[in-house]
């Protein structure tokens, strides 16, 4: 992974949604009256969506596209072959480009930070709890990414499901705005969702805007998503064999 | 330029051909539209669903929307016409095809922007037209501000196509380039919101450095009669220098092409 730190840099660049909303709604809370909206001050804003920025640059995930490359072309045979399920592989792929990522990240926060007049917190424990939130939004992230990338097996679309899921993410994750502004119809169907708290809940955690309480409630939440998750890659999975291996790839 | 537009006619049949063979795509070219109106409606809405914001940098929700409108059309018109070809010109080079292109006796530049076309993602440019079509039934539009944005987003198509070649261009160089062309649709992300609503440097940086408010903004504030005669004069020179120096900058690039064995 480290073979590419530029284009690492330049993927981590290209996710720029957050920090386009950053900059928007920083201008509207300095045009609003009172400097604020919804108590969000221009300041609070860069703090919240540096954060969205940071937790979703760990949660990338571009399994689906592998898959679907893999499946295609017929290179996922060979790995078949082998004793492990190939599912470690990009596990490990995943695990490697992060550790390549965080330098050049926290640099670019750091700038980020700087230039925004942004603020974290100085809860200490925050820190602990938003890397774990990050980790298990990864995992449950990472495995419904690779039930979609298997859905290959059946259908040429699957890239396209994936942008789908990626919005709703987006969406209820609170890469817009923070889910607070949100219309409560939407707010009442994100709770049961895992996407609030793999990407805006560590936020408001960085951002001093969350409880402790708030984050063991998030992680129980994402630990049931992951072992439904779990259990649908491994179907899909075996499903998916059996029909890869009827066409005689 | 007779020969031209048959070639046209030619490369179309072929890729509607090509591409109607996968009927299955169809479904997920209709998926990924409606994914990304939802996204550029989704930005727009929350922003506007706050207590108290009517406007947002002096725009009313009706003429933010009409750039969301111009933002989807541009986007349609990247994804069916330019992207297809584009991301084409790196493995031409990477597997030494570019060699016959370039031996034929057609204009090379002219063969690599038009053999391609992803009719699939067609109802991207419907959707684009529609918003525009819708915002702009709300306001007061003028046939000639009607007709000056036209001739304005004929410009911007000129400067997003300048763009994308530029960059891929940088293939006879760099071979890997589909990442250089992420960076600029990250960026071009931004213009789903009109440049008032930005903070004063980064409009700077919007119009001046990266030509992105040409794009969408330029257009909207034409159909609206918000626009100042210089920007309105802005757009197509700019759109003309681009043109120049991406053609000098392609002659140069195939100039010192020295194909994929040698």
Redo the contacts between chains.
């Keep these: 992974m480290a073979e590419y730190r530029?284009?690492v840099v330049?993927?981590m660049?290209?996710?720029?949604?957050s920090l386009?909303?950053m900059?928007?709604?920083?201008?509207?809370a300095?045009?609003?009256?009172g400097g604020q909206?919804?108590g969000y001050s221009a300041p609070e804003f860069a703090t919240y969506f540096l954060s969205t920025w940071l937790v979703s640059q760990l949660l990338v995930v571009w399994v689906s596209h592998e898959l679907d490359f893999q499946i295609r072309q017929g290179t996922l045979s060979p790995q078949l072959l082998r004793p492990v399920d190939p599912m470690w592989l990009h596990v490990a792929s995943h695990v490697a480009e992060r550790l390549v990522r965080i330098v050049p990240l926290l640099v670019m926060v750091g700038v980020f930070t700087w230039l925004s007049g942004a603020s974290f917190t100085r809860e200490w424990w925050a820190y602990p709890a938003a890397l774990g939130l990050a980790a298990l939004g990864f995992s449950v992230r990472f495995l419904y990414e690779y039930a979609i990338g298997l859905l290959a097996f059946w259908?040429?679309?699957?890239?396209?499901?994936q942008?789908?899921v990626?919005?709703v993410y987006?969406?209820l994750g609170g890469m817009?705005?923070p889910l607070a502004?949100?219309?409560e119809w939407v707010q009442r169907v994100a709770v049961w969702t895992p996407f609030p708290y793999m990407l805006g809940l560590p936020a408001q955690l960085l951002a001093g805007k969350a409880t402790l309480a708030q984050a063991g409630r998030g992680a129980l939440v994402l630990l049931v998503w992951l072992a439904v998750f779990w259990v649908v890659r491994l179907i899909v999975w075996r499903v998916g064999l059996r029909k890869y291996g009827a066409v005689g790839a | 330029m007779r020969r031209y537009l048959r070639l046209v006619r030619i490369f179309v049949g072929a890729t509607l051909s090509a591409q109607l063979e996968?009927r299955?795509?169809f479904?997920?070219?209709v998926?990924?539209s409606?994914?990304?109106v939802?996204?550029a409606l989704?930005?727009i809405s929350?922003?506007f669903?706050?207590?108290?914001?009517t406007q947002?940098?002096g725009w009313s929700f009706r003429e933010a929307l009409l750039v969301t409108g111009f933002f989807m059309l541009t986007e349609g018109v990247i994804s069916v016409f330019i992207q297809p070809n584009m991301s084409k010109i790196a493995e031409a080079v990477r597997t030494g095809n570019m060699d016959f292109t370039l031996l034929k006796p057609i204009d090379a530049q002219f063969n690599v922007s038009t053999r391609n076309l992803n009719v699939l993602r067609f109802p991207d440019l419907l959707i684009g037209l529609g918003l525009i079509g819708y915002a702009a039934s709300g306001l007061e539009v003028t046939s000639g501000g009607a007709l000056a944005a036209a001739v304005l987003y004929g410009s911007a198509v000129v400067i997003v196509y300048c763009i994308y070649l530029g960059l891929s261009t940088t293939a006879f160089w760099f071979v890997?380039t589909q990442?250089?062309t992420?960076?600029f649709?990250?960026?071009f992300?931004?213009a789903?919101?009109p440049v008032a609503?930005?903070?004063v440097p980064?409009r700077f940086v919007l119009t001046f450095v990266l030509p992105v408010a040409f794009i969408t903004t330029v257009p909207a504030q034409a159909l609206t009669g918000a626009l100042g005669g210089g920007l309105a004069l802005a757009s197509p020179l700019i759109a003309a220098a681009l043109f120049l120096g991406t053609r000098l900058f392609w002659r140069y690039a195939v100039a010192s092409y020295t194909s994929a064995s040698s």
């Excluded at chain 1, 660049?13 to 949604?17: A, I, K, P, R």
């Excluded at chain 1, 300095?30 to 009256?33: R, V």
């Design positions: 530029a284009e330049i993927w660049l290209s996710g720029t949604l386009v909303m900059l928007v709604w920083m201008a509207q300095a045009a609003a009256p909206i919804r259908t040429e679309s699957s890239a396209s499901f942008e789908v990626w919005l987006a969406a817009f705005a502004f949100y219309p | 996968y299955a795509n479904l997920g070219a998926l990924a409606l994914g990304e939802g996204v989704l930005g929350v922003l669903g706050q207590p108290g914001v947002v940098g890997k990442n250089v992420e960076l649709s990250g960026v992300g931004a789903r919101f609503a930005f903070p980064v």
